[in-house]
């Protein structure tokens, strides 16, 4: 109980490392499909009751009609209903009974019940992001871009957060901070080093990621570690369309959810009903190779960065404070930043006080690079990005070490953060309490494991995985990277019971799902290409699947609001009409750079302006919940 309620205080106080996290995996060796009674859960596990969170709640109670859940009145807010469900820890074991258990959050339908069309749920991205949490900030902006007509459920995946058995490999999160120090302060910008120091930086990240993993296997073991791999994550999906009463699954799934979503098509076709994928992830090669998969990720990454120059550099002056001292030329501006990088190699900037209370810090490339990564996922960052660029440029560091905490080092052990305070910071809070570890463990259960260090031909091929990744893209090749490293020693654990390796090709392994499935990917996404939305439809077929285009950058459709974009998922989701092949969407404001008056262009009509305004929050939320 007081472990839980220092959890809870300190993931606001949170690391505010971030990356991506759409990495996924899998594969399916159906072992045996077993059909298991659910017991659902009228009494809440004691552990689950964390103080801080639901202390004082009210305490009305509604059975919603037509769901097998107990769902109650959130302790947090009378607005959500929570509930509990108890699900097989293992679905391809039948003698055990060992069981999971999922948080689950609505945010009901405002219609009255005769209006009421059914459940969509919704994953935010991760893996190990909580989808309790964010639905308690999004559920009425995703609520209102369907007329209130539905109700929105999203939960904790397995092994996340509020859900049993909580992945969380190190005892507090004062230890995981520490742990996260020592970690992030394994340097893994090997450019221009020596082979050797190459070669000894690379082990050391090495053996750390052998360390995590033998700490997890300690702490959680390798029964709870094996079985929250995507398909089990699937199967857990299924039995919840069950539970809240829909014949056929309603499904928005953002980023790592896409992966949730199209795995879910594999398995279990006939029960699509409607399925947006939103900031396509290329499945297949996620469940083949993480090194693939990084590969291509970073496929636009580099056009979002110049999209990033040129937008700054038709904002102007006033608007992006990189062309303060004048330069006017997008090349000239990569370069001046490149060059940045380059001097900050052999000059590493000391930052001692960002943020009161945080620790100081030590401003090194890949920090700089870090921070572009992760403002191009948001557009509506990058005048903050620019500006701390420019103060970098002059000297200070400060804005950067804060951004994005100078790789994970600028919190605070003891409160929370002006930047988290402010929220603006890019990061966020929210991945404390083991989400990283959760992670972990579902990116690299999915994935088949790597060999371990025996001679120098694995440092030779990591070396040049790493080499390739870099050359692919600058900017996020070297975080693929670390995701390849941090999995280099999951074959310790345990394989999960079941992996997804069928064939992603119809006809084969997959058959048509019952309702077409809609793809909407942004032109220009950092982490999630158009290139594999239009891989995702080919795998699909054309029959069988749909693109929408959203002519913007950042990290899935709600990086830049567009109504075009609303009212294609809203006329699917709610007719099962898609948008004619090729559709184009443009947004409808200036997101990068705006203004600073603030004052929109754009004037809406009625209903517009709030389906607008609920893409715009959905978008303000913490990224980390949508990669
Ligand atoms: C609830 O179930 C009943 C009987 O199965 C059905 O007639 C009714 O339409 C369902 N209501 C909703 C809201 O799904
Ligand atoms: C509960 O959630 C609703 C909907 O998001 C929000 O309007 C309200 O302010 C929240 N109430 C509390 C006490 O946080
Ligand atoms: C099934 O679970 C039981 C009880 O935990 C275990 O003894 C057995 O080895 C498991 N079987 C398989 C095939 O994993
Ligand atoms: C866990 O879920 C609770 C309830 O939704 C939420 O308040 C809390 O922020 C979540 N924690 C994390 C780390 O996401
Ligand atoms: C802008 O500032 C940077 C760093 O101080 C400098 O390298 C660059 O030459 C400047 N450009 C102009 C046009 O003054
Ligand atoms: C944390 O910050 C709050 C708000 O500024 C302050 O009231 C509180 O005393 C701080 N707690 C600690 C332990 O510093
Ligand atoms: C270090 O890397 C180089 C090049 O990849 C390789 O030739 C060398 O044998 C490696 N040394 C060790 C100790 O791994
Ligand atoms: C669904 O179709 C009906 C009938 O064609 C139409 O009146 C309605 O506007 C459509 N609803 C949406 C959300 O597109
Ligand atoms: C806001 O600023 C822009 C220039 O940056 C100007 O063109 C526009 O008129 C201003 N709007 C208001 C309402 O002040």
Not at 16 to 28: A, G, N, P
Not at 410 to 429: P, Q, Y
Not at 492 to 503: K, L, S, T
Request: hydrophobic fraction near 40%.
């Amino acid at each position: 109980m007081k472990r839980d309620s220092g959890r809870l205080k300190s993931s606001l106080s949170a690391l505010k490392r971030e990356y991506i996290q759409s990495f996924v995996i899998s594969c399916l060796v159906l072992l045996l499909v077993t059909h298991l009674i659910l017991s659902l859960d009228g009494d809440l596990p004691s552990q689950l009751l964390d103080s801080r969170i639901w202390d004082g709640g009210p305490k009305p109670n509604l059975i919603r009609k037509n769901s097998s859940l107990n769902w109650e009145s959130c302790p947090d807010n009378s607005s959500f209903f929570c509930a509990f469900l108890t699900v097989p820890l293992d679905y391809s074991n039948r003698t055990t009974e060992d069981t999971a258990i999922i948080a689950m959050r609505m945010y009901p339908a405002t219609v009255p019940p005769s209006q009421r069309l059914g459940t969509i749920l919704t994953n935010p991205g991760g893996p190990g992001t909580s989808g309790h949490a964010t639905l308690l900030k999004t559920g009425p902006s995703l609520s209102v871009i369907f007329h209130g007509k539905f109700d929105l459920v999203s939960w904790d995946p397995r092994g996340v957060n509020m859900s049993l058995p909580r992945i969380s490999c190190h005892p507090t999160d004062l230890h995981r901070q520490l742990f996260g120090l020592g970690h992030n302060s394994g340097d893994l910008d090997l450019d221009n080093l020596p082979v050797s120091a190459a070669n000894i930086t690379l082990l050391r990240a090495a053996a750390r990621a052998r360390l995590l993993t033998e700490l997890c296997r300690d702490a959680v073991g390798d029964k709870v570690l094996r079985s929250v791999t995507t398909v089990n994550g699937v199967r857990d999906l299924e039995e919840m369309r069950k539970v809240v009463g829909e014949g056929a699954l309603i499904y928005w799934g953002f980023s790592y959810g896409t992966t949730l979503g199209a795995t879910y098509a594999a398995m279990f076709p006939h029960h699509v009903g409607r399925m947006v994928l939103d900031g396509v992830v290329y499945t297949p090669e996620q469940y083949g190779s993480l090194f693939e998969h990084g590969i291509s990720s970073g496929d636009s990454t580099g056009k979002v960065f110049d999209g990033f120059l040129s937008s700054c550099i038709s904002a102007g002056p006033f608007r992006c404070s990189l062309l303060r001292n004048g330069t006017a030329d997008p090349s000239l501006l990569a370069k001046r930043i490149w060059n940045l990088a380059s001097h900050l190699r052999f000059s590493p900037l000391p930052v001692a006080h960002p943020h009161r209370p945080a620790v100081p810090s030590v401003v090194r490339p890949e920090d700089l690079i870090l921070s572009i990564f992760a403002a191009l996922l948001r557009p509506t960052n990058w005048a903050n990005l620019a500006s701390a660029i420019a103060d970098l440029e002059t000297g200070d560091g400060r804005a950067i070490a804060a951004l994005n905490g100078a790789g994970g080092r600028a919190w605070d052990l003891g409160n929370i953060t002006d930047a988290e305070r402010a929220g603006d910071a890019g990061w966020g809070v929210g991945r404390a309490m083991g989400a990283d570890e959760a992670d972990m463990a579902v990116s690299c259960g999915d994935a088949p494991p790597f060999p371990e260090y025996e001679d120098a031909r694995w440092t030779h091929a990591w070396l040049h995985w790493r080499d390739e990744l870099v050359a692919n893209d600058p900017l996020s090749g070297g975080i693929w990277f670390k995701k390849l490293v941090r999995c280099s020693h999951w074959g310790r654990v345990q394989p999960p019971p079941e992996r997804y390796e069928g064939q992603w090709k119809m006809g084969d392994d997959l058959r048509p799902p019952r309702h077409p499935i809609l793809f909407v990917s942004n032109t220009y996404d950092p982490v999630s290409p158009i290139s594999s939305g239009r891989r995702m439809v080919d795998v699909f077929g054309r029959n069988n699947a749909r693109l929408i285009e959203n002519h913007a950058y950042g990290h899935c459709s709600v990086s830049q609001p567009s109504l075009c974009i609303a009212k294609a998922i809203r006329e699917y989701v709610i007719n099962g009409t898609l948008p004619m092949e090729d559709t184009v969407c443009e947004p409808d404001e200036e997101v990068p750079f705006p203004p600073q008056n603030g004052s929109s262009s754009v004037i809406y009509e009625g209903e517009d302006q709030l389906v607008i305004q609920g893409f715009k929050n959905l978008g303000s939320y913490n990224r980390a919940s949508a990669i």
